[in-house]
């Protein structure tokens, strides 16, 4: 039997270090966000390329390039939201007072461009990886969409953990489109489906005279289901995990633009000892 160790801590590796780069760089200020994303959007489009290759390759480096490939284009489309440039066509607040369906709406409004986005880009990857036989890469994709859109519901609906920090400041409005509550109806309807989903992956694993390559692209699409329950569960437990990825969350405290830095006074007054400091 193959061991687990080997791809899950691959997939480990990439899902934490790829996460925690893309919040570092839409934490960076502004201005460097068209080299960041222009740059990150070259090695989405070769990654797009080489996945439609690596779709076609059935050996274990195969398995493991067209899942790095999915990440990289998954991740494409996070920091394109997080930077500000693939939202949708509100940009404000929810309305004051703003209840269901209105309430809906307008949330929608503020992410559709990025789901369409999404929509679109997973129409290509099953375009590239129809009739293949390396699937990889296409699941991993559709596994982090499927899970994001389930965290994104959750959030609208209310869970513990709304995640503040990972949001940049020109995207601080989507909190106004949150609810904090300790549970909401559907979280435990993607806890469950997401285990069920996972136990299900485990047990073809586990199926004596199973080819590694076979193997090892179960366990990347195994790790990544759970890391997604995972987060899910961090959702609605009094837990800061933001902790995982604190090092790259120091960009917030980085210099921002000049135009963003207080104003130093006009004429210079000795400040009474109460008035020292920033405040």
């Not at 209840?99 to 559709?112: K, N």
Request: aromatic content about 14%.
């Amino acid at each position: 039997m193959p061991t687990w160790l080997t791809p899950a801590a691959y997939c480990l590796f990439v899902w934490w270090f790829s996460t925690g780069l893309i919040v570092f760089l839409n934490n960076l200020p502004p201005r460097t966000f068209p080299w960041s994303f222009g740059g990150f959007s070259v090695v989405a489009t070769i990654s797009l390329y080489r996945l439609a290759e690596s779709s076609h390759d059935i050996s274990l480096t195969g398995a493991y390039a067209a899942f790095t490939y999915g990440v990289l284009v998954w991740g494409w489309h996070e920091m394109a939201f997080f930077m500000g440039f693939l939202t949708g066509t509100r940009t404000t607040a929810c309305s004051a007072g703003a209840q269901g369906w209105r309430r809906f709406r307008q949330a929608v409004q503020a992410c559709i461009h990025h789901e369409l986005a999404i929509l679109a880009t997973g129409m290509g990857v099953l375009w590239a990886c129809w009739g293949t036989p390396n699937q990889v890469g296409l699941w991993t994709f559709m596994v982090l969409w499927g899970m994001r859109l389930s965290a994104k519901l959750n959030v609208y609906l209310g869970v513990l953990n709304l995640g503040e920090a990972f949001l940049p400041a020109h995207l601080t409005y989507l909190l106004s489109f949150m609810a904090r509550r300790r549970m909401n109806w559907l979280m435990p309807v993607s806890l469950g489906g997401g285990l069920l989903a996972t136990a299900c992956l485990m047990r073809v694993a586990s199926m004596p005279g199973i080819m590694p390559v076979a193997f090892a692209s179960l366990v990347f699409i195994i790790t990544m289901l759970a890391l997604a329950v995972l987060e899910h569960a961090l959702l609605v437990l009094p837990l800061p995990f933001t902790a995982l990825w604190g090092w790259w969350l120091r960009a917030k405290s980085l210099p921002c633009d000049t135009q963003q830095r207080p104003r130093a006074p006009a004429r210079r007054v000795p400040p009474e000892p109460a008035q020292i400091g920033w405040p």
